[in-house]
């Protein structure tokens, strides 16, 4: 795994929890901004999904196992597209909540990652 995209992922993850954190706080529910930062950590995660495979496609291992590193990867890329589609169904502050949520979650599985791959 590449660090720097570990990290930077992780911290992009983060500032949109934040972001949407304070919009929750606010009592506002996601806007068009708040999904071009969605569209940003989801193309951070499917960078990383990519590189991940490519690594596995070359023969490098996971030191904890293929299997769960894989489903690792999947879980971190599909973690901000649900919580984004879940913040449409809810228009109020707990959409917003719900995707600060998930980019909480996908810096945890990004830690993960990180872990299983060997780090």
Do not use: N
Not at 65 to 76: D, E, K, M, P, Q
Not at 105 to 117: F, G, H, P, Q, T
């Amino acid at each position: 795994m590449l660090d720097a995209l570990t990290i930077a992922t992780s911290v992009a993850a983060l500032a949109l929890a934040a972001w949407c954190g304070f919009a929750a706080y606010r009592d506002q529910p996601t806007k068009d901004w708040h999904f071009i930062g969605m569209g940003v950590v989801t193309f951070l995660a499917l960078v990383q999904l990519i590189v991940g495979i490519v690594q596995l496609a070359r023969g490098e291992e996971a030191e904890q196992g293929t299997t769960i590193f894989v489903a690792y990867l999947l879980g971190s890329f599909a973690c901000v597209p649900a919580a984004g589609f879940m913040s449409l169904a809810e228009r109020s502050r707990w959409g917003s909540l719900t995707v600060a949520a998930g980019g909480v979650v996908l810096a945890v599985l990004e830690v993960r990652l990180y872990d299983i791959w060997g780090g």
